[in-house]
């Protein structure tokens, strides 16, 4: 999480959102809806938003959109990962505490709550905040002030809220694990970010984005994708999403010997989880155990059945290929 104030400089880095998928146009008809909803002045309090969508499909990247599309874009914008905060802090951090309020408490800290001042505060991983804490947060989305640990004072919140969560909140209400008023209030506004195996041809947009962003950090020539790695990037069904995409398409391209990103640079880089490579394979989807099998046969198959080339052929040792072949009874020298 960030507890500086964050300049609109700062804020904007990486705020992209590439693609023109239909479900990408709906999301930024959301988000600039959103936005004009959440940039009236009036005396009632911003309405709260909550961000719904699988990790890596950059929640936080709508956040900060959304906090720039807004007439707030030059005021604070404090990040604060609720799943990254320990348990015992938590509290502190969120609402901050007065000196003594604890043992560690040497002197008074404003939370991240005030940080935000009349800014944005994202709230991201909301799924994982504690229940005990959870009727503290409605508190201060209802009343709009705050107590620090250890104080009698309240001081008003001029924040604007928006929340982010990877979980289904509406099963954690049933399972007693999230508090439904809260949930209701922080349900007022909602947006969607798509998993990206939904996004269509926004996959190859963003590879090929990723790539020359990774070019120009190294001082790379510019790279293509082989028609087999375009394949390969079409058929994986990237479950880690944008994240995923984005780290293995780097590493493609810093394991790619020349020019050309091939489809092997590509198999390496996701090794073993090709899970929709098809190489010698018809199927339109497999599981990753079938997919680490087709990948190690087909190694094989290059390297004449020769396990050391093989083993260098995926970028592994020999004692990792050895460990994969007996997992999956293959043969070889």
């Not at 914008?77 to 502190?92: G, K, N, Q, T, W």
């Not at 790279?223 to 990237?238: C, K, L, M, N, T």
């Amino acid at each position: 999480y960030s507890r500086q104030r964050n300049s609109h400089d700062a804020v904007a880095v990486g705020v992209e959102m590439i693609g023109d998928s239909p479900v990408m146009q709906r999301v930024r008809k959301q988000i600039e809806r959103v936005a004009q909803l959440a940039s009236i002045e009036t005396a009632v309090p911003p309405p709260t938003v909550l961000i719904n969508g699988e990790t890596g499909t950059g929640k936080d990247v709508a956040a900060r959109l959304l906090h720039l599309s807004c007439m707030i874009k030059d005021r604070p914008f404090v990040h604060v990962d609720c799943a990254s905060l320990p348990a015992e802090l938590i509290e502190s951090e969120l609402f901050g505490h007065e000196r003594g309020a604890f043992t560690s408490a040497q002197s008074s800290r404003c939370g991240l709550i005030e940080a935000a001042e009349d800014g944005t505060l994202f709230l991201d991983e909301i799924g994982e905040m504690p229940l005990s804490l959870q009727a503290k947060l409605l508190n201060v989305l209802e009343r709009r002030m705050v107590r620090r640990v250890g104080s009698t004072k309240e001081r008003p919140v001029a924040a604007r809220f928006i929340a982010a969560t990877n979980r289904d909140l509406q099963q954690m209400v049933l399972e007693g694990r999230f508090r439904s008023d809260l949930y209701y209030r922080l349900n007022v506004l909602n947006i969607v970010m798509p998993a990206l195996r939904e996004r269509g041809d926004d996959i190859l947009l963003l590879a090929r984005h990723f790539a020359s962003q990774t070019e120009r950090r190294y001082g790379l020539q510019p790279r293509r994708f082989s028609d087999e790695a375009i394949e390969v990037i079409g058929r994986y069904p990237w479950p880690g999403n944008v994240r995923e995409l984005k780290h293995q398409i780097s590493r493609a391209v810093l394991l790619s010997r020349d020019d050309v990103i091939s489809g092997q640079d590509l198999a390496i880089a996701i090794e073993p989880a090709a899970a929709k490579i098809s190489f010698n394979s018809n199927a339109s989807s497999v599981t990753l155990d079938v997919a680490e099998k087709i990948l190690i046969e087909n190694a094989l198959a290059q390297a004449n059945n020769n396990v050391s080339e093989a083993a260098r052929l995926l970028g592994i040792t020999r004692m990792a290929i050895r460990y994969r072949m007996d997992k999956h009874g293959i043969k070889g020298d």
